[in-house]
């Protein structure tokens, strides 16, 4: 199973970006989807988080400015980024609960990481 995110780059401030973050392999449920960030020297913080059945919450820092949504057939989710601030500069991970097969049996894990993209945003 893998998460593969994309989407990030260099932007100035007040541009936008939007990050997908897709899952693959032997998946069989997943619950809530998230995205997280890391900056350097700080610690990882919950960014915006969805669940299944499309219910969102964000952090205060991207409220009104990052809005998250999935597409469930495509087992992807989305994170539309709006006027970006020099601050929003972090690597971005997506997460997610999911169930998978791992050829034997069925394992869930509420923790998956994927791996980060990058974001910028100069001044």
């Known amino acids: 199973v893998q998460l593969q995110a994309s989407g990030g780059g260099l ?6 970006l939007r990050l997908s973050c897709a899952a693959s392999g032997s998946i069989f449920s997943i619950d809530a989807m998230g995205w997280y960030r890391q900056a350097p020297g700080k610690q990882r913080e919950l960014v915006a ?8 919450d964000y952090a205060d ?18 994170l539309q980024m709006n006027s970006l601030k020099p601050e ?5 991970l997506c997460n997610a609960d999911l169930t998978y097969y791992t050829g034997r049996d ?6 998956y990481w994927g791996q980060g993209t990058q974001v910028t945003v100069s001044s």
């Open 49 to 56: 988080i969805i669940t299944s059945g499309g219910s969102t």
């Open 106 to 111: 069925y394992r869930h894990d509420y923790d």
């Open 88 to 92: 929003d500069t972090a690597v971005y």
């Open 61 to 78: 820092f991207v409220k009104g400015r990052f809005t998250i949504s999935r597409d469930n057939a495509k087992n992807t989710v989305y």
């Open 11 to 16: 932007v100035q401030a007040g541009g936008s």
